[in-house]
DNA sequence: CTCCTCTTCCTTTTTTTATTAGGTTTAACA
DNA sequence: TGTTAAACCTAATAAAAAAAGGAAGAGGAG
């Protein structure tokens, strides 16, 4: 039924649109030495099949007064409520239910303490929690794709 | 001198891109009602002020065999050595500097337990941790434009 | 084996999109 | 008040993507 595979020609293109999601066919097809139509397929059949989930763009969250990471640990008994406080919350950028002593892990992006310290009084009612201070990002969101 | 100032039509583009860095600058232009030159004009400033800073390709890490999640803080004083390991993994994505009793917070996607029980292995020498699988992930790397 | 079908790839053509050029308006400021 | 710079526009050109049509090869069924 679903066969999911993806070849050594799929691995070089998805590698190159993680690199810049804008490089254009030509230039992917030059790179790969395949014609651009044939890359455009690819790419279709990757997002048809679900391999290939979306292009965004990234930005400096220095630049855009989000400079600083916090992770929370927390437990509660409330988790549907404090799901929806956390989509709401503007800061609030990740969100992973996680096994063990605490329910949930949360990544934070404020741009100082002050924010951060109204975060944490909204997270206070709901159990308590661990914090820690991200102080350099030193590797993001890199995924390999080779073999698959 | 760097006057880094986003005004609205700059949110509403960046949101725009974030959702969809491949949008046309003509369905941008529609949505936001300003003509694809001008829009364009903006997009290469952003660019060239560094708040954009890429364009990336997502994909579904369980179609890629690296669907289990898990988290891993630790504490050790080979900092240097630890991070060139970290770099070279193929199952790390994620590598902070943290606050507090542990150095580090890893994020690790790998296919199953067995992975990530090589990784372990390979992390125990550096010093002391402590894992968490993720077990669902609820809000992925929602940066939140408005008003920055 | 041979015909059929499906996949993957190609080239060529057409359509869509991006870029450039040139000009208008407005605001800041000497 | 004249000058400059920024931000925007329209129109023209250049580039890229998409569509069309077809060839080659792999695998299955008769």
Do not use: H
Request: glycine residues 4%; proline residues 2%.
């Amino acid at each position: 039924m679903g066969k999911d595979l993806i070849d050594k020609t799929d691995q070089k293109i998805m590698k190159l649109l993680q690199q810049d999601a804008r490089m254009p066919l030509a230039k992917i097809s030059q790179l790969i030495s395949m014609s651009s139509p044939s890359v455009k397929e690819r790419i279709t059949k990757l997002e048809e099949k679900g391999i290939i989930t979306g292009y965004r763009a990234t930005f400096d969250l220095d630049k855009l007064d989000r400079g600083m990471t916090t992770f929370v640990m927390l437990k509660t008994e409330k988790c549907q409520r404090f799901i929806e406080l956390c989509r709401k919350s503007k800061w609030i950028t990740d969100l992973y239910r996680i096994s063990g002593e605490y329910n949930f892990l949360l990544k934070i992006q404020t741009n100082s303490l002050l924010e951060l310290k109204e975060i944490q009084n909204d997270l206070m009612e709901y159990g308590p929690s661990k914090s820690f201070i991200g102080m350099e990002q030193l590797i993001s969101n890199q995924v390999d794709i080779s073999y698959s």
